[in-house]
T-cell receptor, first 116, second 116 residues
Framework: AQKVTQAQTEISVVEKEDVTLDCVYETRDTTYYLFWYKQPPSGELVFLIRRNSFDEQNEISGRYSWNFQKSTSSFNFTITASQVVDSAVYFCALTPVGGGYNKLIFGAGTRLAVHP | GEEVAQTPKHLVRGEGQKAKLYCAPIKGHSYVFWYQQVLKNEFKFLISFQNENVFDETGMPKERFSAKCLPNSPCSLEIQATKLEDSAVYFC??????????????FGPGTRLTVT
């Protein structure tokens, strides 16, 4: 069975704090993709990152960084020096090999509120 | 086009009425996906298409939901005899690749269906 768990339902931080959003996944596939999406209050889904299971290198993009660890089946997302504009619901998702045509399996999302 | 287009943006239906939602995938994309998001919670996969053929319909409530992707027409998702529980945002996504690289599902802005 494939499953994505985002145990943190809501996180509240003050601006400039660092925050980590957890994502744990389950899959029997040896090849798969993991994603993070942002859904701001306006409702659209914004793609943040894609990582395939063969690439365990951590990635940094500006204030965003991702830590992929196959040993713990985790793909955590850290926002450094958070800003009010980071307030959104963040979804982690998984898709098996052949990801171009396979459905995304989403976690329940983590609502992040960044206060001034 | 370069974006997934969904119409209408909002749709209000009385319980028992029919609802029809449309999606125009990005030109050149072969795969179309429909997802349902209730109350900004997790996404539920409904159905996917490869061109005009159903690829995966494991998430479709077969009794009242149907979908089509016909050549030279927007894809459609139809709900017969809507129920209150069908109130949700319906997202369409499209993708182009079936290989292991450059895979991403591009999401439309969603159609908010309210059943009263």
């Amino acid at each position: 069975a494939q499953k994505v768990t985002q145990a943190q339902t809501e996180i509240s931080v003050v601006e400039k704090e660092d925050v980590t959003l957890d994502c744990v996944y389950e899959t029997r596939d040896t090849t798969y993709y993991l994603f993070w999406y942002k859904q701001p209050p306006s409702g659209e889904l914004v793609f943040l990152i894609r990582r395939n299971s063969f690439d365990e290198q951590n990635e940094i993009s500006g204030r965003y960084s991702w830590n992929f660890q196959k040993s713990t089946s985790s793909f955590n997302f850290t926002i450094t020096a958070s800003q009010v504009v980071d307030s959104a619901v963040y979804f982690c998702a998984l898709t098996p090999v052949g990801g171009g045509y396979n459905k995304l399996i989403f976690g329940a999302g983590t609502r992040l509120a960044v206060h001034p | 086009g370069e974006e997934v287009a969904q119409t209408p943006k909002h749709l209000v239906r009385g319980e028992g009425q029919k609802a029809k939602l449309y999606c125009a995938p990005i030109k050149g994309h072969s795969y179309v996906f429909w997802y349902q998001q209730v109350l900004k919670n997790e996404f539920k996969f409904l159905i996917s298409f490869q061109n005009e053929n159903v690829f995966d319909e494991t998430g479709m409530p077969k009794e009242r939901f149907s979908a089509k992707c016909l050549p030279n027409s927007p894809c459609s998702l139809e709900i017969q005899a809507t129920k209150l529980e069908d109130s949700a945002v319906y997202f369409c996504a499209s993708s182009q690749s079936s290989g292991l690289t450059d895979y991403e599902q591009y999401f439309g802005p969603g159609t908010r269906l309210t059943v009263t």
